[in-house]
């Protein structure tokens, strides 16, 4: 199995730009998450989805939008891009709740300028 | 949603085990107590989860004491590699509304 797929690996975007940034697992988990990561921070959660056709907002959704209409599939759209969105995104996914095993895909780093 | 607290950062060196505590005090009779270990540039990666008591793995041990208003990862003998952050995480997420947060975890750097 590949996990959690992540792509592109590392992006320059311009102020104003859009973007989607691609997530895919293999593990047929019901759970996906994105989160962002700024320098020396923890990670906070940006959008969730419990199932295919089912989404939520975590602590940060302001700027992004999601999707999900396959269980393999979330990916997170950035509109009009600010310097503000420059961070790691890490896509993760889990069988179950929350509090199950996340498994993290390996991280894309958006600059925007 | 319980918040946890932990050690913004710690130094050991190479065979040495390393404890690190997590509070968490206002933690809920269903919520679990959960690891992540992260290296630079790569996402994190489960450590360890435990309930009550003790739990341990191939990796690392968990102790929960009876009140589980704290918990302390153990990493025996550690190495170089061990360098990375760790973070403490409580919850259950049985409810939609219980979303698990991953705080600023605790960096932890082996020295030689």
């Known amino acids: 199995n590949a996990g959690v797929t992540q792509t592109p690996k590392f992006r320059i975007l311009k102020i104003g730009q859009s973007m989607t940034l691609q997530c895919t697992q293999d593990m047929n988990h019901n759970y996906m998450y994105w989160y962002r990561q700024d320098p020396g921070m923890g990670l906070k959660l940006i959008y969730y989805s419990v199932g295919a056709g089912i989404t939520d907002k975590g602590e940060v959704p302001n700027g992004y939008n999601v999707s999900r209409s396959t269980t393999e599939d979330f990916p997170l759209r950035l509109e009009l891009a600010a310097p503000s969105q420059t961070s790691v995104y890490f896509c993760?996914?889990?069988?179950?709740?929350?509090?199950?095993?996340?498994?993290f895909g390996p991280g894309t780093r958006l600059t925007v300028l | 949603l319980a918040k946890t607290t932990q050690p913004i950062s710690m130094d050991s060196y190479e065979g040495q085990e390393v404890n690190i505590t997590c509070s968490h005090n206002n933690i809920a009779t269903n919520d679990y107590i959960t690891w992540y270990q992260q290296f630079p540039s790569q996402g994190p990666r489960f450590i360890i989860q435990g309930y009550k008591t003790k739990v341990t793995n191939e990796v690392a041990s968990l102790f929960i004491p009876a009140d589980r208003k704290s918990s302390t990862l153990s990493l025996p003998r550690v190495s170089l590699s061990d360098t990375a952050v760790y973070y403490c995480?409580?919850?259950?997420?049985?409810?939609?509304?219980?979303?698990?947060?991953f705080g600023k975890g605790t960096r932890l750097h082996i020295l030689p």
């Open positions: 993760a996914s889990s069988y179950g709740r929350f509090g199950n095993e996340q498994f």
């Open positions: 995480l409580v919850g259950d997420g049985s409810n939609r509304d219980d979303k698990i947060i």
